[in-house]
């Protein structure tokens, strides 16, 4: 199996455990944790995971330049991403949250072409837009009903952009250090930023701990583990192969997977119902939008030929 396969299936895995989250989370809140604690939660989980990690793996010196970097990459790929998240997500809809994180590709693809400078060739674009309007027409068919609103739906779309900022500004500290050394760095700095938020330790003092149930603790370890801990160590894994327009792109099946989920997780008792009846219309643009992810990636390997056959005329010259 080679490096990019391994790539794609990291992203797959990393988007199938996000659209198991939104239905997962969605029970958590508000009913044992508010927002803040979740991510406080979640954040130290994580971070303290990832340091018992790296106690058991070679340690890389971190250059002081790069460490200002590290603490950008912390405010959007932690701080403002999971506080806008878990906030947006307690007062919109499961679904939703899905579906308005397919904005991150196009974010992500605009930014890395400026940016990084990262091709943005014919059959990316036509990818990019054609998984935009399977998610966009998504949304229409996969109401989120009464509970979702307004404020929750915006702070949803300031989480998709945060993390597209994320992906772009991390891309070059990937090519110098590990995964697991940029993200353990990243969510330090991540956790400083949460636990100085003045709301996160005023909602710790009201919070009943003991009422808790053992079924939500488990829910609550499954945000940590999966959701965090290994979702970030795979997209730094897959970074290294593939472009951040590619990792991003990825992000279109969540609608997808979010619905899945949330069939699942009721049919098996496992979450209230999140869902409408599946019609044939939600299941054409789901094929819609996986014909959008297959452009972009086929893209990538596209270009990648076209700069190995540039390099092998170059050579022969």
């Given amino acids: 199996m080679n490096n990019k396969l391994k790539a794609h299936i990291a992203l797959f895995s990393v ?25 406080a939660f979640r954040v130290l989980g994580a971070t303290t995971l990832f340091w018992l990690i790296s106690l058991f793996t070679k340690r890389e010196k971190v250059a002081r330049k790069d460490l200002f970097l590290l603490a950008i990459c912390g405010i959007f790929g932690v701080a403002i991403n999971q506080l ?10 499961a679904i939703n949250s ?25 059959t990316k674009i036509v990818g990019i837009f054609i998984g935009a309007i399977g998610a966009s027409l998504l949304a229409i068919q996969s109401n989120g009903g009464n509970e979702s609103t307004l404020l929750g739906d915006i702070l949803l ?15 070059p500290l990937m090519s110098k250090y590990s995964a697991l050394t940029v993200t353990t ?37 499954y945000v940590i583990v999966c959701v965090t801990f290994l979702t970030y160590l795979l997209t730094m894994y897959a970074m290294k192969f593939v472009s951040a327009s590619v990792t991003s792109t990825y992000i279109y099946l969540q609608p997808i997977l979010v619905i899945f989920f949330a069939y699942f997780f009721y049919y098996i008792g496992l979450s209230a119902d999140n ?37 092998k005329v170059k050579a022969r010259k």
């Fill in 84 to 93: 806008c998240f878990f906030h947006g997500l307690n007062r919109s809809s």
């Fill in 15 to 39: 988007n199938a455990f996000y659209g198991a989250n939104n239905i997962i989370a969605k029970d958590v809140m508000p009913t044992y944790l508010t927002p803040n604690v979740f991510i």
């Fill in 157 to 171: 779309i300031i989480n998709a952009l945060s993390y597209a900022v994320y992906l772009i500004i991390v891309k």
């Fill in 275 to 311: 869902t409408k009846s599946i019609t044939s219309i939600k299941i054409a643009l789901m094929l819609v939008i996986f014909l959008g992810v297959y452009l972009v990636i086929r893209s990538e390997s596209i270009g990648n030929n076209i700069r190995q056959i540039k390099e």
């Fill in 185 to 221: 760095y990243v969510f330090t700095f991540g956790a400083m930023y949460v636990f100085i938020f003045p709301q996160t330790l005023m909602d710790f003092s009201v919070i009943d701990f003991s009422i808790i149930p053992w079924d939500a603790w488990l829910r609550i370890l």
């Fill in 98 to 122: 899905g579906i308005i994180m397919t904005i991150n590709p196009i974010a992500v693809a605009i930014m890395a072409y400026f940016i990084l400078k990262e091709s943005l060739n014919a």
